[in-house]
Structure formats: C-alpha cells, structure tokens
C-alpha cells in the first residue's frame, strides 16, 4: 500500500456517512435488536409455539458428554395462556362497537365513512398487535382517491425518533421481503423504504446497505388528479401497549414457560416412571443404553440364568406438582393482568365483585386506552388534511374523541334492579345507555317513541 492509498483510506474513515450508509445501519441495529427479536417470540407464543416444543432429553453418554435420548418419553405441552391473555384484552376494548363522538355533524359523517366495519376490525387487530409486540403501525396512504389506512407488521418498520418520549417521527424505514423474478429464477428480495417529509425514497436491502432502486425513486406522500403532495407528517402512527413499548410477553415468559416445563415433566414421569429404581441382576446385553431400548420397545428385557428385574416404585409427588401449577397459575394471571376464568367462584359473583376480578384486567386496558387515544388523533390530523385536500371541507378546528365501549361481564339482574331505581333521578337515555338488554341506544328510543304513540 503507498503513502497516498493510505492517507486516502484513512480520509474515506473519517468522512461523513452518506445517507444510503446511515440506513443500511439503523437497518441492520433494528433487524438485530432485543426489542424486534420479543416482537417475533410475542407473535410466536401467540401462535402457541412456546419454547417448550423445541424441548429434547438429554442423558450423560459413555465420554460423560450430554447426548439426545430419544428412547425417553419427550412431552411438549403448550399452554395458550399468552393467547388468552391477549384475546381478553383485545375483546375487553373492541369488543363491542366504539363510539367516535364530536359535536360537529358534518365532521360526523365524514368520520363515520373512515370508521366502517373494515376499519373497526382493523382497530381490534391493531390492539393485538401492540399487545404481542409493544407497538402497533399504521400507515396513511391514498388508493383510488380515498385516503385508507393499512396496519404494518412491527417487525418491518424502523422508526427514527425525534424525541426521546417517541411521540414524534422525523422518519420511518421499512424493512420487507418480497419474491421477484430474476430472469427465469424466483428469487426473494429485501426491500427498503425510507419515509420522510419530503416523499419516501425505495431501495434494496443488501449485506447491511441501502442500495437506491432505479425503478422506483422520489416518490411523493399520495397523488391527487395526478398532482404530487405530501403530508405534513410522517404518514406512520404508532399506537402502543405500554409508554416503554414493551410486549405483554416480557412480564410472563417465565412462568408461562415454568408451567409448560412443569406439567411436560409431569406427563414424561407419568410414561417413564423415573421414580422407580430397577434392580438388574445378571443383564444379557452389552450396556444399559442397550436395556433402556428393550424395555422401551418391546417391554421386555432378557437375562442370564438366575438373572431377573427387580422394580422398586417411589410414589409420584402429584399433589406437589398440582400447588406449584396452580401457583404458577395464579402468578401468571397477577402478571399478566388478566382474568382466570377458570376460578371455582367465578359463575356466581356479585356485581361488586365481578368488578374486583376485572379491576387488573381495566387497569392495564385504562392504560392501553391511553395510548390508542393518542394515536387516534394523530389519525385525525390525517383525516382533517385529505378532507382539506380533496375539497370536502376544513375541519382544521374540530375536535373528536374515541370512546371504548368496555365488555365487562355483569351481574344482569343487579345492573336491571339499578336501572328500575334510577327512574326518576336520571334521564331516560342514561337508563337505556346502562341497561344489560339494549345495544342501540337510538333504534330503543326510536321503539319507545312508537309504542308511546301507540298507546
């Protein structure tokens, strides 16, 4: 090497990084990190395909090395408890319809026709997707001249912070993987798009570097009557489990993964019965790998003369393993946040204590709320900019919130004796809003107003 490749290498060191370089990094640092690796175990024990199904038994061989004994019995029971755990979640929110109130009925209308049943499920999904990974992706696009929203996958989006607090982007990288055709052979690409205020860029995704497609580069935010515009903000929303952006299953992989060990254990001493010490006097065979095999194939093992077997069984600690199942249980419900509603008691509760039950369930959910509601008006701020843009109408001024309609199991005959004692004292739309049998408070007014005309 001379002199002047050296001073050259040395000056390309200490040169700033091109944009292209920057990319590829965050990249590489996101599709390597913690964070995206419990999003996919998230999305895995979801799926219920816990860490107990890549389970093998190991037994110490002759080099007094560990091997894989695959004649001992191997149970791999996984519990859907992280499933479960979501599920109510998710149901307990967007279980029933949510209401999106403002005090504008032009405003009103315009909202209703984002917020079909399409979007109302998409909502529900979002909600399970920031449970099982922390966060949850929303991009605003434009197709067909309607302004849609499309739920991303986590694990593809790179978000480039411009707070510390995460509540404001000042870009997204998206990170994903698509077949193409390379000639005659289909061969899978790694695709990249960078999304900043002044349009996304696209590029391919290779050992660690953006590299710029020349088939598709400056894009603009959307196209209206073939004019390109762009939105103000980044169109990516975040909605989020927790501030932390941590996974639901950060807080009970580990008793989720003691109880599936414990009762796989439990169903493996069952079949193998390793509490009972066997007496082997006068073996015909080499070794008692050998025997184990026997035993276990053909339940039947053979001896010498005056040879035989004798087993000597040590009860199994059922009871033992029952409490620690039902601790692990318990623990794992207290840290989930969740309802069992697998409790003896749990058909014949009171109102109060139907409440009491739910109150780590509606904690966690208040919590979850909070942040739906804040990706809710960075959702509207969208929604007011095209309804601007397409000439439907300033709404720059308007408020809304959104309002979750929890789905709490009740005492019905308490919540109905409460609404027969509230006659009087409050106004008949509260009533009806609070009783057990009406689900539209406008269509039982409107039979109310029928039946009084009637009579």
Known sequence: MTETERICGQLQKCAPMAKEEIGGKEVQAFLQSPEREWMM?????????????????????????PKEDRTLANCRIAHGF???LVDQKCQYLFGRPFTIRTE???????????????????MKNLCKE????????LAAYVEDGELRFSKIPSEQVVPLWADEEHTRLDGVIRVFSREEFVGRDKKEAVRAEYWHKNGVDRYLYKDGTLIADPEEWGNSHLTIDGKPYNFEEIPFIPFKYNEEEMPLLRFIKPLADDYDLLKSEDANNLLDSPNAVMVLTNYDGEDLGEFRRNLSQYKAVKVSDNGGLDIKNAPLST????????????????????????RESFGNLSGVALKFLYADLDLDCSGL????????????????????LSGKGDFSGED???????????????????C????????????????????????????????????
């Open 369 to 388: 709320e909070t942040e739906f509601a804040a990706g809710f008006e960075k959702m509207l701020r969208f929604i007011k900019c095209w309804l601007a």
């Open 82 to 84: 992280v499933r479960k």
């Open 420 to 455: 027969v004692q509230s006659a009087g004292i409050l106004s008949k739309e509260t009533i009806l809003e609070n009783h057990p049998w009406v689900e539209n408070l406008g269509f039982e007014l409107g039979r109310l107003d029928s039946q009084a005309a009637e009579e």
């Open 41 to 65: 175990k998230g999305q895995r024990y979801y799926e219920n395909h816990g860490d107990i199904l890549e389970r093998r038994r190991w037994v110490i061989g002759e080099n007094g090395l």
């Open 130 to 137: 920031a449970v099982n990974k922390g966060i949850a992706w």
């Open 400 to 418: 809304a919130q959104l309002i979750l309609n929890r789905d709490i199991l009740i005492n019905e005959a308490e919540a109905i004796e409460g």
């Open 319 to 342: 009871d033992a393993v029952n409490a620690h199942l039902e601790r692990t249980r318990k623990d794992l419900y207290e840290a989930g946040r969740g309802v069992d509603t697998q």
């Open 104 to 122: 504008n009925p032009d405003f009103e209308r315009e909202l209703s026709g984002f917020f079909g049943r399409e979007m109302r499920n998409r």
